[in-house]
């Protein structure tokens, strides 16, 4: 008996051939077990990526303050950056340019430290002399350091709000593009 079998035009068969080309190599590079981290094992610091290294040395917020932005606690920074829009007073603009510097000035303190210990973390590893003692005292002092970090941003939006006006805070928020997220009665600033 025959079978008719319907066998699929060229233009079909090279599209196939094609999509195999392309994603067979991802597939046999996944089943062999690829890490994500393959590339980074040349880096300064291996656990951190030159932009991170970066944002501790200069004090950046790199989202340490989430907890506070989006809950009604503007940063010093982005208050400076919408001064005009704020209607800020001069007496509010240099008290929050104060409050600015002095928290990049001991996040970047706290960064260096962070950075220093990172580096001798990798460096132990890589000359393989780390101890179970020096890895329990390096962990705990750099998970100390972030927490300082942390705590010194965070401080500082506090620091902020206490400044502005809770208009100048509501406009903060809308100008930012909070306002629609701000729908819990305990949010609100009435």
């Given at each position: 008996m025959f079978t008719y079998r319907h066998r699929p035009d060229t233009g079909t068969r090279r599209r196939r051939l094609v999509t195999m080309a392309v994603f067979l190599p991802l597939c046999v590079s996944a089943l062999a077990g690829e890490s994500p981290y393959a590339g980074q094992e040349h880096g300064a610091?291996?656990?951190l990526s030159p932009d991170a290294i970066e944002g501790y040395l200069e004090?950046?917020?790199m989202g340490y303050a989430m907890a506070a932005?989006?809950?009604?606690?503007?940063?010093?920074?982005?208050?400076?950056?919408?001064?005009?829009e704020l209607g800020l007073s001069q007496e509010q603009i240099e008290r929050t340019r104060e409050l600015f510097v002095a928290m990049q000035a001991?996040?970047?303190?706290?960064?260096?430290?962070?950075?220093a210990l990172e580096g001798e973390l990798d460096r132990q590893f890589a000359t393989a002399t780390i101890t179970d003692e020096t890895l329990v005292e390096l962990t705990t002092s750099i998970?100390?350091?972030e927490g300082q970090i942390r705590a010194t941003h965070l401080g500082a939006h506090l620091a902020q709000k206490a400044l502005l006006t809770e208009h100048q805070v509501r406009q903060y928020d809308q100008l930012r593009g909070y306002s629609a997220h701000h729908t819990h009665p305990e949010h609100r600033m009435d």
């Open positions: 610091i291996k656990a004090g950046r917020g932005e989006l809950n009604q606690y503007p940063g010093p920074k982005h208050v400076l950056e919408l001064a005009p001991e996040a970047s303190r706290l960064g260096k430290q962070r950075v998970a100390t350091l």
